[in-house]
């Protein structure tokens, strides 16, 4: 007999699990640079559709199918009974799907950690085997009847059979891959590569704090009988709190270590936090919860550090520290906080040790595979993208896509139009009025006799100045005529390099600041009241108050009406 709410609640658990998809696939673009985002997405994409297929046709049976010890059995296409493992009241097809999608959890973990550097096609062929045989084999052991659920190993949702497979797989996969060109200076010191979208990023980590819900809550595989409703709401609590403890901790540690509460990798923590709690969530209180939240919080950070500064292991969005360290850790410590037989507890010693037998046991199977795995890609396919292709993105490389965010530019346009009748007729002393801070005008431009107007000279003013100024820049401008500029938001910082500041530990040793540019062509207004009026626009008495630059221009053309010079900037355009 079939139960309706038991296998709702395993489909459930399957659609927000597979939605976990997106969640990695937007972290880890806006982890990333922009040139590369297409390239995640479709890694993230393939992740799924390659693992689906293969688990169906040699993973599912390596895991679940037959008894032994070591390994499950060889089903191609699924055509065995499988009715002894099934949960209470949920068919065959439900359990099916539910165990795909962890399975393609575990696989696209590595895509972050070998991001912006890996070939696509070696990183199909690298899906299709973990999917194969080497999430298979170790799931097995825990979770298919293999040796190590014999000997009592718990890891409820995933920590080390999901988060630190994909973990190992990320630092053997990272480690033989190489550091990201420029990530290193010629001293071996990491350089701050900074995400490009931290907005996409901090998106996909409520995404899969959401999703987690199901990947933790639904592994209860039911929700028939009272105790099974009690266990289903405290693994939601244990869930969150292990995720919002870690995400304070890690803020307040990186606030005290490095000045100031670090982004991504508090955005990191949650996650951490999440994948710590994974292996006992069932076992553990909700005090339990918060002592490997906070746990999380402060190996995290530490983590993260010590593969970039000290392994020089260059992981773009912490993969590593996030599923392999927290993953292992989460689960060593579930032998010592689980209510029923943690060490803590009084359960004695055993519990705690299997866990870490389980743990090594674990480990070395993935780095031994991983290792023959991502080596005979090196060698036959190629693991590595070519130096150029790195440099240039691998969107335009190996997708031909240009950009992955085609109707949006970094540079907008804009025009400040000029109030009408809203200024004195001006006062000229040799050609050009005086102008003060307090007070500018437009001048009124004649034209010596006998010059064409095409003949006026034109000057280009280039000024940067801090995003807050523009507005009051802008304005300015529009008082003393200027109604024609260009402006791009750049990034930029003088000689001084700006206030050192920390991505992810690291120091940046050139921190851009986010600029404004604004180009004007003059031609009516004269130079010096463009500068004038910008210094007073812009001055503050402070570093980074702006700079101007003036150039010559040789002409300038009006497309429509093939107008040049002075008359190309006049008139309705």
């Known amino acids: 007999m079939y139960s309706s709410v038991n296998t709702i609640w395993v ?79 949920v068919p065959f097809f439900a359990f099916f799907i539910f165990q795909t999608v962890f399975c393609a959890t575990a696989a696209t973990i590595v895509s972050g950690a070998m991001a912006e550097r890996t070939k696509f096609i070696s990183y199909c062929i690298y899906s299709l085997m973990i999917s194969a045989v080497v999430y298979p084999i170790s799931g097995h052991w825990i979770w298919g009847g293999g040796w190590l659920s014999q000997m009592g190993f718990h890891d409820f949702a995933g920590s080390t059979v999901v988060h630190m497979v994909g973990g190992v797989a990320s630092l053997i996969g990272a480690k033989i891959l190489g550091p990201r060109i420029g990530k290193y200076d010629k001293d071996g010191k990491p350089r701050a590569i900074l995400g490009h979208n931290l907005s996409i990023a901090a998106l996909g980590v409520f995404v899969l704090w959401f999703c987690w819900f199901g990947f933790n809550g639904c592994s209860t595989v039911s929700m028939t009988g009272d105790d099974t409703l009690v266990a289903a709401g405290s693994i939601f609590v244990t869930t969150n709190m292990a995720a919002a403890v870690a995400c304070v901790t890690t803020m307040l540690f990186t606030w005290i270590r490095f000045g100031k509460p670090d982004v991504s990798m508090t955005f990191n923590a949650a996650l951490g936090g999440l994948v710590a709690i994974t292996a006992g969530c069932d076992m553990v209180s909700v005090a339990g919860a918060a002592i490997i939240g906070t746990c999380a919080g402060i190996v995290l950070p530490l983590a993260v550090e010590f593969f970039d500064k000290v392994a020089k292991i260059d992981d773009p969005v912490g993969a590593i520290s996030v599923h392999g360290v927290c993953g292992a850790m989460g689960t060593l410590l579930t032998g010592l906080l689980a209510v029923d037989g943690g060490l803590f507890y009084g359960g004695g010693v055993k519990f705690f040790l299997t866990q870490c037998l389980g743990v090594v046991s674990v480990i070395a199977w993935v780095a031994v595979a991983m290792l023959i795995i991502f080596n005979v890609i090196k060698h036959t396919v190629g693991l590595r993208a070519s130096a150029v292709e790195e440099l240039e993105g691998l969107d ?178």
Not at 439 to 467: F, Y
């Open 11 to 89: 489909l459930l658990g399957a659609a927000l699990v597979f939605f976990m998809q997106a969640g990695f696939a937007m972290c880890e673009a806006g982890f990333t640079r922009a040139k590369n985002t297409g390239n995640i997405l479709m890694k993230n994409l393939m992740d799924f559709c390659i693992g689906t297929p293969i688990f169906w046709l040699l993973g599912f049976g390596l895991m679940f199918g037959g008894a032994g010890a070591i390994i499950g059995g060889f089903d191609p296409f699924v055509r065995g009974d499988y009715s002894a493992i099934l949960p209470d009241g």
């Open 396 to 573: 335009i490389h190996e997708h031909g896509l240009p950009t992955a965010y085609a109707d949006f530019s970094q540079s907008t346009s804009m025009t400040a139009v000029a109030k009408a009748n809203a200024y004195p007729e001006p006062v000229t002393e040799g050609g050009a009025r005086k102008v003060t801070p307090d007070e500018a005008v437009p001048v009124q431009v004649v034209s010596a006799p006998g010059v064409p107007a095409s003949d006026v000279k034109l000057s280009k003013v280039t000024i940067i100045c801090n995003q807050a100024k523009f507005e009051e820049l802008k304005n300015t401008m529009n008082e003393i005529g200027v109604t024609g500029m260009t402006v791009t938001q750049v990034l930029g910082c003088g000689i001084q390099k700006g206030k050192t500041e920390y991505y992810r530990g690291v120091p940046m040793t050139m921190n851009l600041l986010p600029k404004v540019q604004v180009d004007i062509v003059v031609s009516k207004v004269p130079v010096s009241q463009v500068v004038s009026a910008a210094k007073s626009a812009l001055y503050t008495g402070s570093i980074g108050d702006g700079k101007i630059f003036v150039y010559d221009v040789e002409d300038v053309v009006k497309v429509r009406t093939g107008e040049h010079g002075y008359d190309a900037l006049q008139g309705e355009e």
